[in-house]
């Protein structure tokens, strides 16, 4: 069996208005701890994404997915404040991340885009503050910034100059932990070598169609707890094109979801946890919000992990492609 149940060392009843949910947590190198199931904030729209939080607040959720990239962190803010003005929860019972951006890579600009994310949300310090991807792009502009042919112009600063500067922000207090997105194991060596504050976390594209096992492990052996993003396939991904298959629609999890009576959403959350990794699985549907915390009342057993497994493709559908020249781009090597 493959819930690594050594790693879940701190749980926790979180109490809401609504409903009461047991969520594990992991527990960071530096003793901070992160639950195991996050709202994802990604594609939420401005109008929509404040109720999330609110629903997710409810139904036990204590853990949000948010980056400055996303363009909505002032509405994720709004829905934190409302809760911890109804006293539903305080800012010490949440663990919420942000995610610097590409354009802010260059080290003059990391604090003062680590402070923008918490003037947004409202807040006096982040949890986890995630490096979003090894590359940088021009400079303080567009977020993406192309040339006359549309092309994305990046930039060459290097991830260990941007990493001093992410370090510098834990000693401002305004994050608890730093981490990394989308690294791969070379460049999360590369940086453990120099670095005086050890990544945290490691955040990157993980379901049964991209098992990234191998990833896994390796940061697991270095004591860098893993995040899995797109839990679901990023079904609504800009990215996912047309003949890509579809994770929720994969019938040999239609079938394990029939025999254990769970639904194909929470058979997948609950093969990801049981790996001692949590996952950040978006939704605006407050039904669907409910039903992703729901997955601590059952277990899979070794055939059904093992079953899983099988359906890795190592099919990645956030991949960036437009950054494929970058000397940093993450997915030109096996993992
Ligand atoms: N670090 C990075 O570079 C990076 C990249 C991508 C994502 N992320 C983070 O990871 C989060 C999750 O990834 P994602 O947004 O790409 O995709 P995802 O969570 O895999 O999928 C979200 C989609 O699945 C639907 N959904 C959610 N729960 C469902 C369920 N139980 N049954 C059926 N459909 C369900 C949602 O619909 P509704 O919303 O309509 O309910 C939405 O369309 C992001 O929001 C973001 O916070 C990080």
Avoid at 126 to 145: C, N, Q, R, S, T
Avoid at 198 to 204: C, G, R, V
Avoid at 237 to 258: F, T
Wanted: with cysteine.
């Amino acid at each position: 069996m493959q819930w690594r149940t050594e790693r879940i060392i701190f749980s926790q009843l979180f109490q809401s208005s609504m409903v009461s949910v047991h969520v594990p947590s992991l527990t960071f190198s530096n003793g901070y701890k992160m639950p195991v199931i996050g709202l994802g904030t990604w594609k939420s729209k401005p109008g929509d994404v404040q109720r999330a939080v609110v629903d997710a607040i409810d139904a036990g959720y204590r853990h949000l997915d948010c980056a400055y990239m996303y363009g909505n962190e002032s509405e994720v803010g709004e829905g934190v404040k409302l809760k911890v003005q109804e006293g539903v929860v305080q800012r010490e019972d949440l663990f919420i991340t942000s995610k610097l951006w590409n354009t802010f890579h260059r080290p003059d600009l990391v604090v003062s885009a680590c402070k923008k994310s918490l003037s947004l949300l409202g807040l006096e310090y982040v949890d986890l503050y995630l490096m979003h991807w090894p590359f940088a792009f021009k400079e303080d502009g567009d977020l993406i910034p192309t040339d006359a042919d549309g092309n994305i112009v990046l930039s060459d600063v290097d991830y260990l100059a941007t990493w001093r500067e992410m370090e510098t922000c834990v000693h401002l207090g305004l994050t608890h932990s730093i981490g990394l997105s989308n690294f791969n194991s070379q460049q999360i060596e590369r940086l453990l070598v120099s670095a005086e504050v050890k990544p945290a976390n490691l955040q990157i594209e993980c379901n049964p169609y991209l098992t990234q096992k191998k990833l896994i492990n390796f940061c697991q052996s270095r004591g860098i707890e893993v995040t899995a993003y797109s839990p679901m396939g990023s079904p609504d991904s800009p990215y996912l094109k047309a003949g890509m298959p579809r994770l929720l629609e994969d019938p040999g999890l239609h079938q394990v979801a029939h025999r254990v009576g769970k639904s194909v959403g929470q058979v997948v959350l609950r093969y990801l946890v049981q790996q001692g990794i949590s996952a950040v699985p978006k939704s605006v549907t407050k039904s669907r919000i409910q039903e992703n915390i729901n997955i601590f009342d059952f277990e899979l057993s070794d055939a059904d992990t093992s079953y899983i497994d099988s359906f890795n493709q190592n099919l990645r559908i956030c991949h960036r492609d437009h950054a494929r020249g970058h000397k940093f781009y993450p997915f030109n090597v096996e993992f």
